[in-house]
């Protein structure tokens, strides 16, 4: 028996590749599926069983096109429905792959469906347990995302979450494995750690959701307190993995389309397209094409993507560093946004040599900040609110950029403000969403509060995150 943990970082995902005596399996995997035909290939054995875990929300699995490629077995827990072949499996049943065995565990509560698979090994031990979003490092799945499909409140889905870790997973020994879904980053949960593996006996130990003494109630109250909204393009993945979506090879050949300058103007005045500009904060800061949004590839980029352009048929033009179109495309496939229509030739080298129109953000250190912040000027925060309760500039305001569409009235119009994040990803975001709606009278600080946290600008330790605008 092997079992191997495909992490892939800018998703805050774990797939899973298990083998036994010539026969493998695939648990969750991402939608492009040649990595796993060619593994499979090279230690010639046969996919057998493609399991999910649940409807995924935040990508878009390679289920349907593997099992396409492989003659494999999609598998779901009890109460998912597909538009596809897929065996719906019994809460108990149990499945052998090669010389090991799986054993079906229903788990609802952050969906309906959402399913834990426990590996016995050989000898018929409990060896693992393939948690899915039902049990995190240190974390347990959020209980809104299935309100609507399930008729029931997130504290309905709470309650039932409590029962199935109760029943079904807390009763495991303490010595089996633990392999979730998703790591720190993700938005399927609140309080990820960055580690992606543990064990039964150490969640029970660490994970605030575990505690032996806890009651339903406080179990409720808990894990609804503090969630964000989830992003926007959530419910579009959920309805493409239940039924089914168009072959990301397809959808690469079609968006990998080379556009000049002029060409590329022209599309994005005829077709209304979204400039996304993926190149890191400190280069767009320097330049870019007007009214485009940066989202850089060296940060949580997808989930990113979803939560600010949240139709995922919204059609997109991308720059890019050159060489990193592929990517970009393949990233933005990750979660269903197929509808890229080309990406800037030679990069914005081009543009600039092409003599277009350029704009810029105006960056500063934090040493030049604590020199500014002696003028009380208006500063806002744009980090999470927790980030923002925890520690935040003296009188700063705080509007998370997960609210920044819904709450840009709050931004001044006329006075002049300063802009900053943690550490210059998210307020380089914010900085390009407001350039785009008109927004000329701010600077952005460069590095955010982790830079500012070592002057002398006063800070405030902490705020009750009840004062705070929550979901």
């Not at 026969?23 to 492009?32: H, S």
């Not at 109630?217 to 239940?242: I, R, S, W």
């Amino acid at each position: 028996m092997n079992i191997e943990q495909i992490y892939t970082g800018c998703l805050a995902q774990g797939a899973y590749y298990i083998t036994s005596n010539g026969e493998a399996a695939i648990i969750d995997p991402l939608r492009e599926v040649e990595p796993y035909l060619e593994r499979a290939k090279k230690d010639n054995v046969k996919i057998k069983y493609i399991f999910e875990t649940h409807f995924h929300a935040d990508f878009v699995s390679g289920h349907v096109d593997l099992a396409k490629a492989t003659g494999a077995t999609i598998v779901f827990g009890p109460n998912a429905k597909t538009t596809y072949d897929a065996h719906i499996a019994a809460d108990g049943e149990e499945l052998k792959l090669g010389d090991v065995t799986f054993k079906i565990l229903h788990t609802p509560g952050h969906t309906m469906e959402s399913t834990c698979f426990l590996l016995k090994d050989e000898n018929g031990k409990d060896h693992s347990l393939f948690s899915g979003d039902t049990l995190f490092i240190g974390d347990v799945g959020r209980p809104d995302l299935a309100q609507k499909a399930a008729s029931m409140t997130q504290e309905e889905l709470a309650a039932t979450l409590f029962h199935s870790l109760r029943d079904k997973v807390m009763t495991l020994a303490d010595d089996v494995v633990v392999y979730p879904a998703h790591g720190a980053g993700s938005s399927c949960g609140k309080n990820m750690s960055k580690e992606t593996v543990s064990t039964i006996g150490e969640q029970k130990q660490m994970n605030y959701a575990l505690r032996s003494n806890m009651t339903e109630a406080e179990f409720v109250t808990e894990v609804t307190d503090g969630l964000l909204p989830p992003p926007g393009y959530f419910g579009m993945n959920v309805m493409m993995n239940k039924t089914g979506y168009e072959n990301i090879t397809d959808v690469m050949e079609r968006s990998l389309q080379a556009l000049t300058p002029e060409g590329f103007e022209a599309a994005a005045n005829e077709t209304g397209a979204v400039v996304l500009d993926t190149r890191n904060a400190k280069i767009f800061s320097e330049g870019f094409i007007p009214n485009s949004i940066n989202i850089g590839l060296d940060g949580q980029f997808a989930p990113w993507v979803g939560a600010m352009l949240p139709d995922v048929n919204q059609e997109l033009l991308l720059v890019t560093e050159i060489g990193q179109e592929e990517e970009t495309v393949k990233r933005l496939a990750r979660v269903g946004y197929d509808h890229v229509i080309g990406f800037l030739k030679d990069g914005f080298g081009a543009w600039k040599i092409a003599g277009k129109e350029i704009d810029s953000v105006t960056r500063i250190s934090a040493d030049d900040f604590a020199e500014r912040f002696k003028n009380a000027p208006i500063v806002i925060d744009v980090r999470k609110p927790g980030e923002f309760a925890a520690e935040h500039v003296d009188g700063a305001k705080s509007i998370p950029l997960d609210f920044i569409n819904e709450d840009m009235a709050e931004f001044p119009k006329e006075e002049p403000f300063i802009l900053h994040c943690a550490g210059g990803y998210r307020s380089m975001i914010a900085a390009s969403i407001l350039k785009s709606r008109g927004y000329n009278n701010f600077i952005e600080v460069e590095g955010g509060f982790s830079a500012i946290a070592k002057t002398a600008v006063p800070k405030t330790d902490y705020v009750c995150p009840s004062t705070l605008r929550k979901a």
